[in-house]
């Protein structure tokens, strides 16, 4: 089993690596920003994960946990529409005139399910899967693409904030069909860290950004399904969904009975015409405590017994003039921290998200931003600067904080302004 695992970044030491900050000026075009909330029209259930694009441009963000939205839209494009799509739900087209603040827009939900002479008519669940893995090399986006894009990293001990950390990217994406890895550029960012809550554990995210970034099973399948990984799974088709008028089939995938290694379960969500996965959301089997702290625990204190009891991964692409790309990830790892001879243990969690803002095709050589570059092991900044300004972002798009996000960043805000 040669699988690289992506997963593998997580870092439990006693102090936090700093990484730079930069701050760049944006263009001078006038923007007007709208905000609202995506619901299910039956339930009025908020709608997470939900895409909300500017017709005729790249520009876009996602609604977060409590379905909200706020998206920042240029002047000149003030006379289109927005389309807002979720899977399993009709697309919907407003146009933006009629867009201000706190909107409610409702998605009509799409129940399908395969009739059992169109099951019969599949391949084997496996064999679709595997076709799909090699289409990467015509129906998804084959040019250098420039990706803006917004990052945030929480960690929560128990249920409160102990770090907050946000940013703004640029994804120099390599063609699908290229096997040379993705650069990304850090071009603004935030952070703030409470030490006392995290106590003597401080828990680092290596990557950052590339954690989200490897998650791109399409062009990244090293990290989750190798050629010889992919016989130690079952697959099987469930009730299938749709994307609009879109027909989705939704596959599951186990590893077998028999293997030990922690592997990953979870779906697989494949358009029926171009075979192109549209998302997947899975997660790792970490049933074996031990196992699986290897593979996420790079470096702890003798006395610390450090586990994951959950490990959560979800990512989504969007198409553009008949190609797909990456668009949305989102991280979610929860540890066990026990220190040897104390009564009471801690539980940590991780989150972290990234959204594709814009994007555009770019002949940008590497060599121009190599100043600026991430690595995979960098750490983000400890800079708490931009928490006192509310404009921080300016015209960036960004995903719109949930409420325990909100309330931190309030609450980080009024104790810079009594220091």
């Not at 936090?16 to 039956?42: P, R």
């Not at 192109?276 to 699986?292: D, G, I, Q, W």
Request: charge should be positive; aromatic fraction near 10%.
């Amino acid at each position: 089993m040669k699988t690289k695992h992506f997963i593998n970044l997580l870092t439990i030491c006693v102090s936090l690596t700093l990484g730079t900050f930069m701050s760049y000026a944006q263009g001078e075009e006038a923007v007007k920003e709208i905000t609202g909330l995506v619901i299910d029209a039956e339930t009025h259930e908020p709608l997470m994960f939900s895409d909300l694009v500017i017709n005729g441009s790249n520009i876009s963000t996602v609604s977060n946990s409590d379905g909200e939205f706020i998206l920042k839209i240029p002047i000149s494009y003030s006379e289109k529409n927005i389309t807002i799509s979720r899977l399993g739900y009709g697309k919907k087209f407003i146009p933006i005139s009629s867009i201000g603040r706190n909107y409610k827009i409702e998605l009509d939900p799409i129940l399908t399910q395969l009739q059992p002479v169109e099951i019969t008519a599949l391949k084997d669940a496996k064999a679709l899967f595997i076709e799909c893995l090699k289409n990467k090399h015509s129906i998804y986006n084959n040019d250098h693409t420039v990706m803006t894009a917004f990052y945030r990293e929480t960690i929560k001990k128990r249920r409160k904030n102990a770090s907050l950390s946000e940013a703004i990217v640029q994804i120099h994406k390599r063609p699908y069909n290229s096997t040379r890895q993705d650069a990304i550029n850090l071009i603004k960012a935030r952070k703030n860290t409470n030490y006392d809550r995290l106590d003597t554990i401080a828990l680092k995210l290596q990557g950052g950004p590339f954690s989200n970034l490897y998650t791109d099973i399409i062009k990244y399948p090293e990290y989750i399904f190798t050629e010889e990984d992919i016989p130690l799974y079952n697959f099987s088709y469930d009730k299938s969904t749709r994307n609009d008028n879109n027909l989705i089939y939704v596959i599951n995938f186990k590893q077998k009975p028999h293997i030990q290694a922690p592997l990953f379960y979870g779906k697989l969500y494949i358009d029926a015409k171009t075979l192109a996965l549209t998302s997947a959301v899975f997660s790792l089997n970490v049933e074996n405590k031990e196992l699986s702290s290897r593979m996420y625990v790079r470096k702890k204190p003798k006395k610390v017994d450090v586990y994951p009891t959950e490990a959560n991964y979800r990512v989504n692409y969007r198409t553009q003039n008949g190609k797909w790309y990456y668009s949305y990830s989102n991280i979610l790892l929860t540890f066990k921290v026990n220190w040897k001879g104390k009564l009471f243990n801690s539980t940590y969690t991780l989150n972290s998200e990234m959204a594709v803002t814009d994007w555009e095709v770019s002949n940008t050589k590497l060599a121009d931003i190599r100043q600026n570059i991430i690595r995979p092991n960098t750490i983000l900044t400890d800079k708490v600067s931009g928490f006192r300004d509310p404009e921080f972002w300016g015209k960036y798009n960004i995903i719109e904080p949930d409420k325990t996000i909100e309330t931190a960043i309030k609450k980080i805000q009024r104790q810079l302004n009594k220091s």
